[in-house]
């Protein structure tokens, strides 16, 4: 089908959509705050938890067709790349906490003209999780959920391990009558499974040069297709994730494909409402680049200085050619700068500076 070429008028800011970010940033504020007094030191406001920190290199394919060679995919070469696996609350859990998971891919040395606030660097962001849609439509409900979560923060991880195990027994009865729900896995409910064998999407459109697009990120080397739904032993291990990424990547490395889905019909596949999957029976994902990583650490303490600690990812930092659109993403570029300032503050980073 006829991919849909970009333009402006596909987003619909809401009228109050500036209170609603400002409500999202108090949230995460909150958020940094409590864990700043917990932890004595500054972390992400979401996603604070790192389980695997790679640094490989992405090869873009030859031979795309002209829809696909569009913006850091225009022409095929070779870029490093920095990956960051994660989940997503704003404090350190337990790993018996089963909860949705990230990957932020940063792709370095990027040439070609920056997104306003972003002109002075080379690198292109992505920031994906594992669920092909966001969990919540639009920043007014991302709001609401953040705020519970903002609440809830300070809770002793005790009763937040057991409310865990009795979210996963709800979705496990919701998925035995072949339903899932976002808000269960999002709460705590979401299955103990491996983080390498998960496949991560935008969730939300953006730029993917003269068209739009969602991307994603999925294994393809069979030892991580081989790790796809199998279950991490949690207790009695609170970073258990973290262990099994280092021993796989230790021994294997790593490949996943670079794939994106063109938007064709902004009738099924709308910008600003982020909780619609696009039906991938009229537009698949297709390969677009290949990421591989020699054997390597998979964590430590030094990566985590370097990358937790010295690196920000944002969907805003990055090309013109892949803006983000759509009222989620917009909501992000001020939150975000407010995370990265706020850690810059507090853990005295230059290069968060």
Not at 3 to 24: F, G, I, K, N
Not at 97 to 102: A, D, L
Request: charged share 20%; net charge negative.
């Amino acid at each position: 089908m006829t991919p849909v070429r970009y333009d402006s008028a596909l987003e619909r800011p809401a009228e109050d959509e500036a209170e609603t970010v400002s409500r999202l940033a108090a949230a995460l504020r909150t958020i940094g705050e409590t864990t700043l007094a917990d932890e004595g030191h500054a972390l992400r406001g979401v996603h604070a938890k790192s389980h695997g920190l790679v640094k490989g290199e992405m090869t873009v394919s030859e031979g795309l067709p002209a829809e696909l060679a569009q913006g850091l995919f225009a022409t095929p070469g070779r870029y490093a790349v920095v990956m960051r696996f994660s989940t997503n609350p704003g404090d350190l859990l337990d790993d018996s906490i089963t909860v949705p998971r990230g990957l932020a891919l940063k792709v370095l040395d990027v040439p070609g003209a920056r997104l306003p606030g972003a002109e002075s660097g080379r690198n292109q962001d992505f920031v994906m999780a594992n669920a092909p849609a966001f969990a919540a439509a639009d920043p007014k409900a991302f709001a609401g959920s953040l705020s519970l979560l903002a609440r809830t923060t300070d809770q002793p991880q005790g009763l937040k391990k057991v409310a865990s195990a009795v979210l996963r027994g709800a979705e496990k009865v919701v998925e035995a009558v072949g339903g899932e729900s976002a808000l269960l896995k999002s709460l705590g409910g979401h299955p103990g499974t491996s983080i390498l064998g998960e496949t991560f999407w935008t969730q939300v459109p953006l730029r993917h040069g003269a068209y739009v697009a969602k991307l994603s990120v999925a294994p393809v080397a069979p030892e991580l297709l081989a790790l796809a739904g199998s279950k991490v032993p949690t207790s009695g291990h609170p970073d258990a994730l973290r262990d099994q990424v280092r021993a796989h990547l230790s021994a294997h490395g790593g490949a996943w494909e670079v794939r994106v889905q063109l938007m064709t019909n902004p009738e099924t596949m709308p910008v600003e409402d982020a909780s619609v999957a696009w039906p991938e029976e009229e537009s698949p994902y297709v390969a677009v680049a290949r990421i591989t990583a020699s054997p390597q650490p998979g964590w430590d303490a030094a990566l985590s200085r370097e990358i937790d600690d010295g690196m920000a990812f944002s969907p805003w930092n990055g090309l013109e050619a892949h803006r983000p659109l759509g009222g989620i993403m917009r909501s992000r570029r001020p939150t975000y700068e407010q995370s990265a300032r706020f850690r810059a503050a507090h853990n005295g980073c230059p290069a968060m500076r």
